[in-house]
């Protein structure tokens, strides 16, 4: 089965500029996860669909952030404007159910984001 | 207290050693205890899973849950040089909470 897929691998920017990630999950996957993962930490999560709606996005900046699931398939997270501290890199992740041990979660490569 | 707490090592063993990977948690109510992978430029990848306190074995891993103490490990026997990795635990409360809670990780070097 082909894996998430994620794009770009890499990307700079300067801050206050905007940027977006573009993530595809395994076909058949209704959850959908964005992850946060900062150099020499753990992955956190930002926000979680199912299907095509929000189920979390409690951690999710919303003054600069935004995510969206368009036909329960593919995602995209924009970050506008940009932080210094927002350079991390960002996992997508998706899961057949709905993401406890019983359904894992397959992660993508992640976008690196370098904001300068 | 962080909820979860990880050593992040680095941890250097030579090949065919057994190594000891290990998380304390503060929140009584994560049931659901995961280790995770994570290669270098890579996405973390679900190694075992635990439910309930006790051991769990997988070939060369194994992992053990002591929900008295808060602690969970994670074991590898006769490691590998391809067992060098970044290892996360990540813990769920289940009952309708989808949440994982991540450890920091610990980079594992194995030396041939």
């Known amino acids: 089965e082909a894996g998430v897929a994620q794009s770009p691998r890499y990307k700079i920017i300067e801050k206050r500029q905007s940027v977006a990630f573009w993530c595809n999950p395994i076909?058949?996957?209704?959850?959908l996860y964005w992850y946060q993962q900062i150099l020499g930490q753990g992955p956190k999560l930002l926000i979680q669909?199912?299907?095509?709606?929000?189920?979390?996005d409690s951690q999710l900046p919303k003054d600069r952030f935004s995510a969206e699931r368009l036909k329960g398939v593919d995602s995209t997270l924009k970050i506008q404007p940009a932080k210094l501290e927002d350079s991390a890199v960002y996992l997508c992740?998706?899961?057949?159910?709905?993401?406890?041990?019983?359904?894992?979660?397959?992660f993508g490569n992640g976008t690196r984001l370098t904001v300068t | 207290q962080k909820e979860v707490e990880q050593d992040p090592g680095p941890l250097s063993v030579p090949e065919g050693a057994i190594v000891s990977l290990n998380c304390t948690y503060s929140?009584?109510?994560?049931?659901?205890f995961m280790w995770y992978r994570q290669y270098s430029r890579k996405g973390p990848e679900l190694l075992m899973y635990?439910?309930?306190?006790g051991n769990k074995e997988d070939g060369r891993f194994t992992a053990q849950v002591d929900k008295s103490s808060k602690y969970i490990s994670l074991f590898i026997r006769d490691s590998q040089p391809s067992d060098s990795a970044t290892y996360l635990c990540?813990?769920?409360?289940?009952?309708?909470?989808?949440?994982?809670?991540f450890g920091k990780g610990t980079k594992l070097s194995v030396i041939p």
């Open positions: 992740a998706s899961s057949l159910g709905k993401g406890t041990a019983g359904s894992p979660l397959h």
């Open positions: 076909s058949g996957h209704a959850t």
């Open positions: 669909f199912q299907n095509n709606g929000v189920v979390d």
């Open positions: 929140n009584s109510a994560f049931q659901y």
């Open positions: 635990t439910y309930s306190s």
């Open positions: 990540a813990l769920n409360s289940g009952a309708g909470s989808y949440q994982l809670t």
